[in-house]
């Protein structure tokens, strides 16, 4: 796996006004950071309450937005006041219940926030004339999955059977409906964004892989893990974030051309089992395979296999991945090894570290 050279230009992003809904989550604090070191003007909105704990957004000044307001995507009013004043040229919509075992017991609030969150964005953002892009950030999980171990083109059906995933199905349908019917000769071009299984230093969610990992090893207990031999597209939280901004810029630049989904997902090479990971984050802590608890097979219905298929991506927007899966997890470790040891400044340090290393290689000046 290899980056496919500097692609995008320093400039384009400084002082764009940036507005993304769900800031205060792992993939909203990275791009937050992301975007502030590129010199934009971020905004974020997000619920208030509704964050882990611990949780990257309140453990530092580096994943926040420079301005933000607390509020309700399924608020139509409230989501409404703060488009009209921040007036924004670029939105990310992030904001989302994103968790299949929470959708399972709390499923009306699922489909609340992914479904009605997105309806209200795409209706509101069509009367804001400032904005000329929209990204409405998905998942590998939108689509209609038998397990028969293919890749997922974005022409593939969409669906889920979980409430999570169909609830992303349904988002990304949305889409579709608001591009072709509101936004195909309008001020602002849309599209979606369809990721796999990210990982990063600072992500604290119940039910996922790494958090649970490095929970784990702080407290000392086994690693109790379901499902050892699910694969998912593992890729460090950097690349799909990259693929985020590559894609609003071409829909900033070329409008409509560039709207649709887009895949964004490591090579196939790179998908590996939920055992391969754990075996791999264990070695680069230095710790032994001892401390791992095979659970079985998860009491919740979840895809086996999932593969992404990112030629549209590569092809039209010259984007790759620039990590594999080893080096994804070793600067996920650097990071939960400086919040375990509870050295704000460490973590900090790295974590700006791993941003700007990742621009120098992916960015002209």
């Given at each position: ?11 384009f992003?400084?002082?764009k ?6 800031n ?31 949780n ?19 608020n ?23 968790l ?17 969150g997105t309806?209200?964005l ?21 689509y ?6 293919k ?19 349904c ?10 019917s ?31 990992i ?11 893990i ?29 409008g409509?051309?560039?709207?649709g989904?887009w ?28 401390m ?6 998860a ?28 080096q994804?997890?070793?600067?996920t ?7 375990l ?20 290689l992916?960015?002209?000046?």
């Amino acid at each position: 796996m290899g980056y496919m050279g500097k692609i995008m230009k320093l400039s384009f992003w400084k002082d764009k006004k940036v507005l993304i809904t769900g800031n205060t989550g792992f993939k909203g604090c990275w791009l937050s950071a992301l975007l502030n070191r590129l010199g934009a003007t971020t905004y974020g909105y997000s619920l208030e309450n509704d964050r882990s704990e611990p949780n990257l957004f309140d453990f530092g000044g580096t994943g926040k937005t420079d301005f933000y307001r607390f509020g309700d995507v399924a608020n139509y009013e409230m989501l409404e006041s703060y488009l009209d004043e921040v007036q924004p040229d670029i939105v990310f919509h992030l904001a989302a219940q994103p968790l299949v075992r929470k959708s399972y017991i709390k499923p009306v609030d699922t489909y609340q926030t992914n479904v009605i969150g997105t309806i209200n964005l795409l209706d509101i953002a069509r009367k804001v004339d400032s904005i000329k892009a929209l990204v409405n950030v998905t998942t590998d999980k939108c689509y209609a999955n038998n397990d028969l171990g293919k890749s997922f083109v974005e022409s593939d059906s969409l669906g889920g059977n979980d409430p999570y995933s169909a609830s992303k199905a349904c988002s990304e349908i949305i889409t579709h409906s608001y591009q072709t019917s509101f936004f195909a000769d309008s001020h602002c071009a849309i599209a979606s964004a369809r990721a796999g299984n990210v990982i990063g230093g600072g992500d604290w969610s119940e039910d996922r892989l790494l958090p649970d990992i490095f929970r784990s090893l702080y407290n000392n207990e086994k690693i109790v893990i379901r499902n050892p031999s699910y694969t998912r597209p593992w890729q460090h939280v950097l690349d799909p974030l990259f693929g985020y901004l590559l894609l609003a810029h071409q829909l900033f630049v070329e409008g409509n051309k560039f709207s649709g989904g887009w895949n964004f997902g490591p090579e196939r090479s790179e998908v590996a089992s939920v055992l391969d990971v754990v075996e791999k984050t264990l070695a680069v802590m230095g710790k032994s395979k001892a401390m791992i608890e095979l659970e079985g097979t998860a009491g919740l219905k979840e895809s086996i296999l999932l593969s992404l298929d990112s030629q549209k991506a590569e092809h039209y927007l010259n984007w790759k991945g620039a990590y594999n899966t080893e080096q994804a997890i070793e600067l996920t470790a650097s990071l939960y090894s400086a919040w375990l040891e509870k050295d704000k400044t460490r973590f900090h340090s790295i974590w700006l570290h791993q941003i700007d290393d990742y621009i120098k290689l992916r960015f002209e000046n």
